[in-house]
């Protein structure tokens, strides 16, 4: 179902509401007084002075003058499309959410995007991409907000503003425009090396992804399922690209750059228009919600490890299409708001400390960047479910409220008493025990192992695959001006791999340090027998 067309108030919304400002057969001004000209301003004679008083010329320059709005502080520059997806109903005994039963159709609208380069940035630079989707679920709307690289550089959201002012440019000479390629993001990522994994990842091919369609998503932290029956399982979320997964290599990725800036948003636009629809799948890799929620010794609430799929296989519980086109990049691609807490009954949150920072950040940006509280009201942030909150007033409001009592229970607006705890439909947060401990600030010591899943990645790495993580490693480190950083960079690839960090050094031209932790190999994958314990369906 599409967003309602008209109001209680008999006011038409949404779509029919976007009409109306390029209706009817007349040019007018934004009250709809027709116009007669809109070519020349008004003047005192034919080479006279413009007079204050055109209305028309006011009202046109104005609106002009505040046409842009911020940019996103990060992930600014992005292409979107809308879509459909189809439950399989395979989820059914883990999670009661409705959006994944057997074929049920949910709208959807997704967002893939770069981290650091501004709105008008290239699209084939060496980065993370972001892969958001809106469903529109007849239960509210549910946004995954994930990455197209399973890890991230931090584990507490403390950080964030942190590694973002290194990932930027300098703000000094404002370069690089859209890379990590610079002194202060190296500065970083060696000096914190929780973020080696992350890093790692980006130096991989999965850095220079050759098509949005061509890109997995990761939701990228565990999450947690619940069933009709109150259960619940741990979860971490995937997209699997029907196309396979591509990237460009190098030379392509700086060519395309040059040629053209906007090679993936185009690629997407021009798939979509041709009729060949991208489709992923979306998985999810369960395990037991333990008290320790640690999974084969990984602990669940880092998100700087990944759950090998030896040891927990994706499966799948549905299909995305993306087919059709946004009809205005503004209204749609830039406007739309996730946030990783629009969840619906049956996914809830675990308390990995960077999930708990986003739940915060998104609303939180999203009011200054689009201009107050008011901001679901866009069509393209309007949830497909009925809405009937208790929010009034505020900058952009376009609701026409009525009624005089917006608090529950009340005995003036009557007809929604509202009995706390009686919609056994509602969102209800897991109630979960919270150990009794100490207020503290500092990491657990399960998040101080840096280097053994950096290992296990590379150790996946077919012989061209390492030969392209040693060149990005060579060109970008080359690239810092400070030789120090240089160094540190060595030392921390030291810990990964001695063949890594011996090629390059050399392509430095310095010498190669010895690691400083034990290269531990990782510990062999269970006998395809025991897949199945992790998943409840069977
Ligand atoms: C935007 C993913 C961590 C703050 C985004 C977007 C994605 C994303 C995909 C773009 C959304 C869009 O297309 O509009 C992730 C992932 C993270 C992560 C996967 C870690 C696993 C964080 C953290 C923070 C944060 C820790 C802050 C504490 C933001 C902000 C935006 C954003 C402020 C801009 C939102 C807007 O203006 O609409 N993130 N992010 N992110 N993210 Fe994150």
Redesign the pocket.
């Known amino acids: 179902s599409g967003p309602e067309t008209v109001s209680p108030t008999g006011r038409p919304t949404g779509a029919a509401q976007a009409d109306m400002a390029q209706g009817g057969e007349y040019l007018t001004t934004a009250q709809g007084a027709r116009l007669y000209d809109t070519d020349h301003s008004l003047k005192a004679g034919a080479r006279g002075p413009v007079l204050l008083q055109d209305h028309h010329l006011r009202e046109k320059i104005t609106h002009f003058d505040h046409e842009r709005i ?7 520059r ?1 292409a ?1 499309a809308h879509g459909v997806f189809k439950g399989y109903g395979t989820a059914a005994k883990v999670t009661k959410a409705a959006f994944l039963a057997k074929d049920v159709e949910t709208p959807v609208f997704t ?3 770069t ?1 650091l380069g501004s709105r008008g940035s290239s699209d084939t630079v060496r980065d ?5 989707t809106k469903f529109y679920t007849a239960e509210g709307t549910f946004d995954l ?3 197209n ?1 399973p ?2 550089f ?1 584990q507490d ?5 942190d590694i ?1 002012h290194a990932g930027k440019p300098h703000p000094d000479r404002e370069i690089p425009q859209a890379q990590s390629a610079h002194d202060t993001f190296w500065d970083f990522v060696t000096l914190h090396t929780e973020a080696t994994h992350h890093t790692l990842w980006n130096m991989s091919d999965r850095g220079i992804p050759r098509s949005y369609r061509m890109m997995e998503g ?4 565990t999450f947690r399922l619940v069933n009709a029956e109150g259960a619940t399982t741990l979860v971490k979320f995937h997209w699997k690209p029907r196309l396979g997964v591509h990237s460009l290599v190098w030379e392509e990725a700086q060519l395309v750059n040059g040629m053209d800036p906007d090679f993936h948003r185009r690629d997407l636009a021009d798939a979509i228009e041709a009729g060949a629809y991208p489709q992923w799948e979306l998985g999810i890799q369960t395990f037991p919600d333990t008290p320790d929620q640690t999974f084969e010794g990984i602990d669940l609430l880092d ?1 700087t490890n990944i759950v090998p799929e030896e040891l927990a296989p994706v499966r799948p519980v549905g299909l995305l299409t993306l087919n059709a086109n946004p009809s205005n990049f503004f209204a749609e ?1 830039e406007q ?5 807490g629009h969840l619906v009954p049956g996914i809830d949150i675990t308390d990995d400390p ?2 708990s ?2 739940l ?3 609303l ?3 009011i200054s ?2 201009g107050g509280p008011n901001f679901a009201q866009i069509p393209i942030n309007r949830t497909h479910a009925p809405v009937n909150d208790m929010h009034r007033d505020g900058m952009h409001q376009t609701a026409v409220h009525t009624g005089v009592a917006p608090y529950r229970p009340n005995s003036l607006d009557g007809g929604c008493p509202f009995l706390a705890g009686a919609d056994t439909g509602a969102y209800i947060e897991v109630p979960r025990e919270v150990p009794a401990a100490k207020k503290v600030r500092e990491a657990p010591a399960s998040f101080s192992d840096h280097f053994s899943q950096p290992r296990l990645f590379w150790l996946s790495m077919s012989p061209v695959e390492r030969e392209h993580i040693i060149a990005a490693y060579t060109f970008e480190l080359g690239k810092c001006y400070e030789q120090s950083i240089k160094e540190r960079g060595l030392k921390v690839l030291a810990n990964i791999d001695p063949e890594l960090c011996e090629q390059v050094a050399m392509g430095l031209g310095l010498p190669a340090p010895a690691a400083t932790v034990s290269l531990t190999t990782p510990a062999p994958s269970p006998a395809l027998s025991q897949l199945g314990q992790t998943w409840p369906l069977d």
């Open positions: 911020p940019e996103r502080v990060v992930h600014a992005g979107a967002r893939f995007s981290v993370t991409r972001g892969f958001a907000v994930g990455n690289i890890v991230f931090i959201a403390v950080k964030f503003p973002i990761f939701g990228v932290h998100p691609t739309v708001a996730f946030h990783p960077l999930l920072g986003r915060f950040s998104y939180d940006t999203q960047r689009l």
